[in-house]
């Protein structure tokens, strides 16, 4: 039972393997800019002029939801996550946690990640999380599960058409398929951008060339 058979049609994100993310201590999400505390514990990013975006949480456990950061620079950290990937450390078998259900012992399996491939994983709170929905999740949403809580019912993975993360995934209309259009949509538009830049350096190019034979 180590191999889901269930095959969802919406798996369309780029794999992208990254390091074992370090857990904190604190067990939440530590954001570059200044923070400042909530009466819930949670840092919220305060100071968005001197943000990072390359400090940004790779452990989907420890995070900040992206509902907490300032309007204006929640775009900026979707696209520089989008470039980062899902967070899917390849671990050994054996240093996945095991859990007990009942009389077996059910641990994450990193096969899963060929499968689902929004799946992330949490180092920190042996969790699985959803990334698009994590991307464009609001402060509303009552599904916090894949999110900010973490999955780790394991026994409900290989359940046929019951597993967990085909229920998650759910109809054509379910948070998780808007998700991912807001995702395709925002990856479509960054990489648009990157083919415009190009073309205009190289148009500054030809016409730099242009002038340099000119001056000859």
């Not at 994100?13 to 904190?24: C, K, N, R």
């Not at 999400?29 to 505390?37: E, F, I, M, N, R």
């Not at 019951?162 to 990856?187: D, M, Q, W």
Request: net charge positive; proline share 8%.
């Amino acid at each position: 039972m180590d191999t889901p058979t269930p095959t969802p049609s919406d798996a369309t994100l780029t794999h992208t393997p990254s390091a074992t993310p370090t857990a904190t201590s604190s067990g939440t999400a530590t954001p570059s800019a200044t923070p400042t505390t909530t009466s819930s514990g949670t840092s919220t990013p305060s100071d968005t002029s001197e943000f990072d975006l390359a400090s940004l949480e790779r452990d989907p456990g420890l995070r900040c939801p992206i509902w907490k950061y300032p309007p204006n620079v929640r775009d900026d950290i979707r696209r520089e996550y989008i470039r980062l990937g899902p967070c899917q450390p390849q671990l050994r078998r054996d240093q996945y946690p095991a859990t007990e259900f009942g009389t077996q012992r059910r641990r994450f399996q990193a096969s899963w990640f060929n499968t689902f491939k929004w799946l992330e994983y949490s180092v920190s709170k042996d969790a699985a999380f959803c990334f698009p929905c994590y991307l464009f999740e609001s402060d509303a949403s009552s599904q916090h599960a894949f999110t900010i809580d973490g999955f780790k019912s394991w026994k409900r993975v290989n359940d046929n058409e019951r597993c967990a993360f085909l229920v998650h995934i759910g109809t054509s209309n379910s948070p998780h398929k808007k998700a991912i259009k807001s995702y395709e949509g925002l990856k479509n538009v960054t990489r648009h951008i990157d083919k415009v830049i190009n073309c205009q350096s190289l148009e500054e190019v030809k016409k730099n060339r242009l002038r340099l034979r000119a001056t000859i």
